[in-house]
């Protein structure tokens, strides 16, 4: 694996930078700061990014990208936490439901769909988990009921992201009863603002808002659908599988604990021996997600790679969380709205969101599980 970029990636970086470390940039990042446990989207940085072609550099120029590869569309994940602003609308519009439809859309769905997303100017949101399901998809109840050419929808969906602010989503919902509880599964394009679709907030410690969807029979089309009828669990477990590289949460836990390098001097030795030991964890954590970026740039995806890499950065993430609030003590605490946080403020919010990367793209228990069961062989 070489991490030394290739002169393509340090320009395409540098054009990024270019945006994010603007006066204009850094004083929105900053507004989101000062406002903890408000939703901060940030979404005109996302529509400067796009005016340049910089937002979805992964994709064909047809669709508002680059033709460039993974490695730019990490180095812009990479930036974008760097920068402080907040990445979750370009994971799930560009990293999940764009790389859905690139490979499973029609071409009227790319073309009707990606463009916008491309520019900045339209967010995408997932609706996969359900109240009673758990990290169990294949336990959706989530119907699909035939009407005429098309189907209605009923249910209920939880813990989406950007679906109040999103024009539409992924869903999955069943559309056959089948003894294998894996099939029967189809995923759609459901438009969210449409009768039939109704967004309630999921409040909840960390800064971006939860939503609880009903899906009230809204009516969907052929249209509508993504890949095939009943196949919506291979095209889900593929999409996920090639966005599970850890370099978000890598990326979280290297900035935080600039943030906890930055606060501190020097004059503790025993801290500094454990500093110097989280440095190392979180170079380790980069150095597995961007082998996951290298398998995927080959085009030989390892998900048990991909689980090794989101366990070691989503738990290396939580422990540079908990360490930075014993070495940093109360400061650690101030939130962005207190005077006296200075540029701490980042580690109060990552108190509040470390948590959930353990959590998020796969619990930490699924991940173990995975390694152990194909990666070593171990009874499941």
């Known amino acids: 694996m070489l991490l030394e970029p290739t ?6 970086r540098d054009a990024v930078r270019a945006v994010l470390g603007t006066d204009e940039t850094r004083a929105e990042a900053a507004a989101v700061r000062a406002r903890p446990g408000t939703e901060g989207g940030l979404l005109d940085v996302y529509r400067r990014l796009g005016e340049r072609g910089l937002l979805a550099p992964n994709w064909p120029r047809e669709y508002g990208g680059l033709g460039a590869g993974i490695a ?28 859905a439809v690139l490979l499973y859309g029609s071409e009227r ?17 997932v609706l996969f988990s359900e109240p009673e399901a758990g990290s169990d998809l294949s336990a959706l109840r989530t119907r699909a009921e035939k009407d005429g050419d098309g189907w209605r929808l ?24 089948s003894g294998v509880r894996f099939h029967g599964i189809t995923v759609f394009l459901v438009p969210l603002r449409s009768p039939g679709v109704a967004v309630e907030p999921l409040w909840n410690i960390g800064d971006e808002r939860f939503n609880r969807i009903t899906l009230s029979g809204i009516r969907l089309t052929a249209d509508d659908v993504l890949g095939a009828v009943d196949d919506g669990w291979h095209l889900i477990g593929e999409v996920l599988g090639l966005e599970r590289t850890g370099i978000e949460f890598q990326a979280k836990a290297r900035h935080w604990l600039d943030a906890v390098l930055d606060a501190t001097d020097g004059s503790d030795p025993v801290a500094d021996e454990r500093l110097v030991a989280l440095d190392a964890e979180v170079t380790a954590a980069r150095l597995l997600a961007w082998r996951c970026v290298d398998h995927l740039r080959d085009g030989q995806p390892d998900e048990v790679h991909s689980a090794m890499a989101k366990y070691a950065a989503g738990e290396t993430a939580r422990r540079v969380a908990s360490t930075a609030a014993e070495l940093c003590g109360l400061d650690a605490l101030l939130a962005g709205d207190d ?15 470390a948590p959930g990367l353990t959590l998020a793209s796969g619990t930490s228990e699924v991940m173990l599980t995975l390694i152990a069961a194909t990666g070593l062989g171990l009874p499941g």
């Open 7 to 12: 002169p393509e990636q340090r320009t395409y």
């Open 72 to 99: 730019e569309k990490a180095i812009l994940t990479e930036e974008l936490i760097a920068h402080g602003v907040p990445d979750i609308a370009h994971t799930l519009s560009i990293d999940i439901v764009g790389l």
């Open 109 to 125: 769905q790319k073309t009707r769909l990606l463009p916008p997303i491309a520019r900045g100017e339209s967010i995408a949101g």
């Open 154 to 177: 009923f249910g209920t969906k939880v813990y989406s992201a950007k679906t109040h602010l999103g024009d539409f989503a992924l869903c999955a919902a069943r559309t056959t009863e």
């Open 339 to 353: 005077e006296e946080a200075a540029g701490l403020a980042v580690l109060e919010a990552a108190a509040r969101e």
